[in-house]
Structures are given as structure tokens and as C-alpha cells.
């Protein structure tokens, strides 16, 4: 009953609730993406900021960091849960964020996945950059302890923010630049 009330936070026309299952629905059906993405990631004790491109899809993706300058060019893919770096002599630190093993590394495919399928913990209207934006809290139901928080354009659907928790601290924030996706029912690009 909780969860129904999360839900419908929205006032007139379609709720949240509605609108995120069209969210979830249109990344269920997600063929292809590209984003361009300022990365933070908070270790605690000292905080990395990356600039990248991604481009994939549900199963596998590329993540191609291009500033700062001294380790641009480093890219990381990921397929089926596997992750490799490549980059020439310099290396990227890509270690856990968590005592669960989450890293910077996981960032994108987690997202994508929390898009297509998390379980709703809250959604609403939102404000981002003074745009109206679709907020959600999304649980990836597979790591205890930790939350993926969203920003989606209400029209495109296209993702503006996502920032991932671990135990109520932000680890990963990806502030998209530019983010675009194909589903596979259509042939134009969001």
C-alpha cells in the first residue's frame, strides 16, 4: 500500500507511477544508446572526476573517458558482466567504492539495468537545472544496501542525472551532457 502512495505523487494527467512504467518499458526495449557524462566518484577519502562517452546497449557497452587529459583515450568495456580496461601504459583507478565490490567500472550497465527493470521505492516531478524532469528511486535488487536515484526527460524519456548510493552515502554520480537511445520499435533516436 506504501509503495501505491509513493506512486502517485504527480498532479493532473498521467501519475509518476505511470509514467515510469513507460520509462521502464522503453528501456526494456532499449536497442542502442550514446551519452556523454561528467563522472564523480566518491571514495571517501578522495573523490575522481572523469568526463566520458558511452555508447552500448542492455548487454554490452563502451565507456571512453575523454578528459582529464592525461588518462583520455582510456576506454572500458563491459559484456555480460565482464569489464576491461584498455588504455596505453596508464591506468585508470576503477576499484570497489564499496565493501559490495560496486566501482565506477559498473556504473552505466547498473543504471541501464535500474532504467529497464528496478523496483519503484519513489517517483515523482522534479526540478533538475530548472527543467522539469521525472524523478525515481530505483532499487537493482541485487546488492544490499544500495540505491540508483534517476532524472528522465518526461518527454524523451532520455536520462539527465543518475546517481548510485551505497548505504544512503552517493558513491557515482553521471550528470548527462547529451544522452540518446533507439528502442527496438523504432528507427529514430530519442
Same mark, same amino acid.
Given at each position: 500500500m506504501a509503495g501505491a502512495l509513493l506512486l502517485t505523487g504527480c498532479s493532473g494527467?498521467?501519475?509518476a507511477g505511470d509514467r *515510469?512504467?513507460?520509462?521502464q518499458a522503453a528501456y526494456g526495449r532499449l536497442k542502442q544508446f550514446s551519452a556523454q557524462a561528467e563522472v564523480?566518484?566518491?571514495y571517501g577519502e578522495r573523490v575522481y572526476g572523469y568526463n566520458v562517452a558511452i555508447e552500448g546497449n542492455l548487454d554490452a557497452g563502451a565507456m571512453t573517458v575523454t578528459e582529464p587529459e592525461n588518462i583520455a583515450g582510456?576506454? *572500458?568495456t563491459?559484456?555480460?558482466g565482464e569489464t576491461e580496461l584498455e588504455y596505453d601504459g596508464a591506468e585508470l583507478d576503477t576499484g570497489a567504492l564499496s565493501g559490495s565490490g560496486l566501482s565506477p567500472a559498473d556504473a552505466m550497465p547498473a543504471v541501464l539495468k535500474a532504467c529497464k527493470s528496478g523496483a519503484a521505492v519513489d517517483c515523482c516531478s522534479d526540478t533538475l537545472d530548472e527543467q522539469e524532469v521525472l524523478y525515481a528511486t530505483l532499487d537493482p535488487g541485487n546488492q544490499d544496501g544500495c540505491q540508483?536515484?534517476?532524472?528522465f526527460q518526461p518527454?524523451?524519456?532520455a536520462l539527465s542525472r543518475a546517481e548510485i548510493a551505497q548505504d544512503g552515502q552517493v558513491v557515482i554520480t553521471l550528470s548527462f551532457t547529451e544522452f540518446s537511445f533507439q528502442t527496438t520499435e523504432e528507427t529514430e533516436t530519442k
Open positions: 494527467g498521467e501519475s *515510469l512504467q513507460a520509462v564523480t566518484a566518491d582510456t576506454v *572500458l563491459w559484456t555480460d540508483i536515484f534517476c532524472w518527454e524523451s524519456y
